[in-house]
């Protein structure tokens, strides 16, 4: 990987859609215009700018964005409806409205930034409302990555069924410092984490989600599978960690042979959990996820 350019510049953008607005962070170097564009979709619990732009004292490897940047793309992440600094509805969630969320904000990149298809990254709950925009809209996306795909026999899926009737009730739910920390560490030995990003990450996240929507969750238990991969026609890999408690070979191969075009890989990722990007692997993570972009 490239090192990350001091001369980075973050821009907030503002989306008006559907009487609601919409975040997205992007960062870049130089002029915004004329690179290949990148969107990253959040997963079920913090939003973009947390999740893939940390800032870790003395440890600025751990931006996800900051390193795709340094390999020449123009990256943006979104907030969905119910996450970060865009509106939060009373009413639940859903995975639906957040593919279409993201189809806004693709839209707002495009005609802004010129270009008529983007690089698109979805982790876990992304990897759902994502892969739902790459079915609805696969003429808008050059190449796509499901990173920690869930399935519905996830480990940590299976954990949360029996909580269906509160999600059902409850839109939001308050989550305490310990929970974003203990996320890190789920099927995933200590060794493969920094204690000091942990700290770093629960912080942020506590911060930008003081209430965290359960909608995600309610679609998770009750509609999967969401995605069909018969019907993503894109160039697409498949990536997640060794030790991830929603991705694993068992049931996600049989999903990425049905992806229709040949342009496809399946990578797994040593010393990584769930929160891949920022525990030890992430480097080896970055690296094969600028590759595939870049990629001729």
Known sequence: MATPDRDIVGTEHR????RIELYMWEKHVGSPTGKPV???????ATAGRESFDLEVPGKPSYSLMD???????????????????S????????????SEDLNAAVDHVMTSRGVDKVNLLGWSWGTQYGGMFVMAHPDKVAKYISYAQMHPESP????????????????????????????FYSMTPAAANEPEVVDVYAHAALRAEPRTSTGPQLDLVTLMPMINARLMPVPTMVIH????DVADLDGLLSFFRQLPNPRKKYVVVPEAGHMMHLQRGHRLFQSEVADFFKAA
Do not use: C, M
């Open 156 to 183: 940590d899926i299976v954990r949360r069924r029996p909580r269906l009737e509160f999600f059902r009730k409850t839109p939001y739910v308050n989550v305490p410092e310990a929970v974003w920390k203990a996320r």
């Open 241 to 244: 960690g060794e030790y991830d």
């Open 67 to 85: 390193a795709l940047v340094a390999e020449g793309f123009d990256v943006f992440a979104p907030d969905i409806r119910g996450f970060g600094r």
């Open 15 to 18: 989306i008006e859609h559907d």
């Open 87 to 98: 509106t939060h509805p009373d009413v639940h969630v859903t995975t639906q409205q957040a």
């Open 38 to 44: 990148v969107i990253l979709a959040h997963g079920s």
